[in-house]
């Protein structure tokens, strides 16, 4: 930081500090509001006890760290035992080191493609259909 000088406030009703007759900070007991400047720092840790919100972007060069990600109303994706999940609970879709399962344990998961599947693998498969098979030994 640069040099300047320490101000105190020393009222429950707070107070403005000002830059050229702008405010740029205003304390209250019950919050803090930065305005009027380009870039706002802080060191670190920053801990927050509650709620963070933003009306805009927010951006980040390094981690983003969270158990689950919910937009709206709904569990898009999470962590369970290592595995990353992306649904929910009821469907989920699971992407786990070496394969993609969709709705384990059930019958109700569906794949589709409309361009082509292909495989450098054994392709298996309980039942089929199919309008046309083109390959070499079968």
Do not use: C, W
Not at 43 to 61: D, L, Q
């Amino acid at each position: 930081m640069g040099g300047g000088q320490s101000y105190n406030l020393n009222s429950r009703d707070g107070g403005l500090l000002q830059a050229n007759s702008t405010t740029v900070l205003e304390a209250k007991q019950s919050r803090v509001r930065v305005e009027n400047v380009n870039t706002f720092e802080v060191s670190p840790p920053i801990v927050a006890s509650s709620h963070i919100t933003a009306s805009g972007n927010i951006s980040a060069s390094g981690d983003i760290m969270a158990s689950r990600l919910v937009m709206g109303d709904n569990i898009v994706g999470g962590i369970d035992n290592g595995e990353f999940i992306i649904g929910n609970n009821a469907v989920p879709v699971q992407i786990k080191q070496n394969y993609l399962t969709v709705s384990p344990g059930g019958t109700d998961g569906h794949i589709t493609a409309s361009g082509n599947i292909s495989a450098s693998g054994n392709m298996v498969a309980n039942t089929g259909s199919f309008n046309l098979i083109e390959g070499g030994v079968f």
